[in-house]
């Protein structure tokens, strides 16, 4: 079973570009995670969806960014007009409909996003 | 605030030896306890998992324990080998956004053969 799988692992933007992120959950896997970890910081939460919903994007900036996870396909985070503030990585979980308060969360290896 | 912070921010061991990494919290109300393991260009890998009634957990060389009444934990290794070279972090949940991940900045550790 793969895990959760993200890309492109590096991408490279000029500032004003558009930056496309995309997850691909676990099998059998219906909810996905963003977060996002500055240079030197701890991963912050983002936006937690499901299939053709988002359920809490308390975490997400007010403006530029989006995320959506379409009945078919990967969960896309997009970024548009990219600043330099936005270089960071971007790290993507995902669990089955049943998990719990206790399930052990797996991460994928991250998209590292450099805006020049 | 719901806060994780974490001592050292980095540590350097030889190669066999223990070590010690601890964490604070202040996230309330609490529901469980998590250490990752970090790789550099990689993403966490958890380690323990625990909730309010468990103090201690293992996993291999590994062992967390959690004292909620001070709202501290640590995470014990033993034996350590050049593999354990990492970023261990330690993270919070809240009980009523247990999805809600609240990560401390982690402890670098370097091994040294």
């Known amino acids: 079973n793969a895990g959760v799988m993200q890309n492109p692992r590096h991408l490279v933007r000029r500032r004003g570009q558009e930056a496309r992120l995309r997850c691909s959950p676990m099998?059998?896997?219906?909810?996905v995670y963003w977060y996002r970890q500055l240079p030197e910081e701890g991963l912050k939460f983002m936006v937690y969806?499901?299939?053709?919903?988002?359920?809490?994007e308390s975490g997400m900036p007010k403006e530029r960014f989006s995320a959506e996870f379409p009945k078919e396909g990967p969960s896309i985070l997009r970024i548009q007009q990219v600043v330099r503030g936005d270089s960071a990585a971007y790290f993507c979980?995902?669990?089955?409909?049943?998990?719990?308060?206790?399930?052990?969360?797996?991460f994928g290896s991250g998209t590292r996003l450099t805006v020049v | 605030k719901n806060q994780v912070e974490q001592s050292p921010q980095s540590l350097i061991i030889l190669e066999g030896k223990n070590c010690t990494l601890q964490?604070?919290?202040?996230?309330?109300?609490?529901?469980?306890l998590r250490w990752y393991k970090q790789d550099t260009g990689r993403g966490p890998v958890s380690l323990t998992i625990?909730?309010?009634?468990?103090n201690t957990k293992s996993n291999g060389r590994y062992t967390a324990t959690l004292d909620a009444d001070t709202k501290q934990s640590s995470l014990h290794i033993t034996a350590s080998q050049l593999s354990d070279s990492a970023s261990y972090i330690c993270?919070?949940?809240?009980?009523?956004?247990?999805?809600?991940?609240?990560f401390g900045s982690g402890t670098r550790l370097l091994v040294r053969p």
């Open positions: 979980a995902s669990s089955p409909p049943e998990a719990g308060a206790n399930y052990g969360y797996t």
């Open positions: 099998k059998g896997h219906s909810h």
């Open positions: 969806l499901q299939k053709e919903n988002i359920i809490d």
């Open positions: 964490c604070n919290y202040t996230v309330s109300p609490f529901s469980n």
């Open positions: 625990m909730t309010f009634s468990e």
């Open positions: 993270v919070v949940s809240r009980m009523d956004s247990s999805y809600k991940l609240i």
